[in-house]
């Protein structure tokens, strides 16, 4: 079966520094992947999305890349901020509807 | 702003008591999709509706009903909510595509307590 992995569950880092979020993934092969911002208590919010045949998306301080061979997209905050703070869900797309990770909680320490 | 409400933000029912959730959305989108979830878990999807067309996950109990009854507006209708359906239950919406490549727009979820 399908199967996602965000490589923790929770990660601190100080403030200023890059944070690198993975998810990974089994048993798919996706054409996009997406990724969310869960603040506690809110639904997920849409940041980014990477098609199988880009390696990289950047938007403002984030920047996405997605490496189909393999099986694993990395998320980097850089600067990241206190603000930053906040669980970051991967979903991938394909001929199914998204299928979403657990998440990685992300604090920045200031 | 366009945008994905859902009502109420807290509810409370009693073991048994059939209990409905609301959604609605100013996106005009066709997809509308009920996911469950638990603390720390990732959202599962339950069911989704593209236009009038109604999809049932494989997995999803058959205690969980919905309805569509425009483009605006889903109910999730839990029949016979047991402890185990304590959740936080999130409404989205895709502007036309179940699958591929367009985000889903989230509303902020029904906290659902079983007492």
């Known amino acids: 079966s399908q199967k996602i992995e965000q490589n923790s569950e929770a990660l601190n880092i100080q403030e200023g520094k890059t944070a690198t979020l993975t998810c990974n993934y089994t048993n798919y092969s996706p054409a996009y992947l997406q990724w969310y911002r869960q603040d506690p208590g809110r639904g997920p919010v849409f940041l980014l999305l990477i098609r199988e045949n880009e390696k990289e998306k950047r938007k403002e301080r984030l920047k996405v890349t997605f490496d189909t061979t393999l099986k694993q997209s990395l998320f980097h905050i850089t600067a990241s901020q206190p603000a930053d703070s906040a669980t970051y869900l991967c979903a991938l797309a394909g001929n199914t509807p998204l299928v979403f990770g657990k998440g990685t909680r992300l604090s920045v320490i200031a | 702003d366009a945008m994905v409400i859902q009502n109420p933000r807290y509810q409370v029912t009693q073991f048994g008591k059939p209990v409905t959730l609301s959604c609605s959305q100013t996106?005009?989108?066709?997809?509308m999709y009920w996911y469950q979830q638990k603390s720390s878990q990732a959202p599962k999807l339950l069911f989704h509706?593209?236009?009038?067309?109604?999809?049932n996950e494989a997995d999803t109990p058959d205690n969980f009903q919905s309805r569509r009854p425009n483009t605006s507006f889903c109910f999730l209708d839990i029949r016979s909510p047991g402890l185990g359906d304590a959740a936080m239950y999130l409404c989205a919406t895709s502007r036309d595509s179940v699958t591929v490549n367009q985000p889903q727009h989230f509303g902020d979820g029904t906290r659902l307590s079983i007492l």
């Open positions: 509706y593209y236009d009038k067309d109604f999809n």
């Open positions: 996106l005009n989108h066709n997809v």
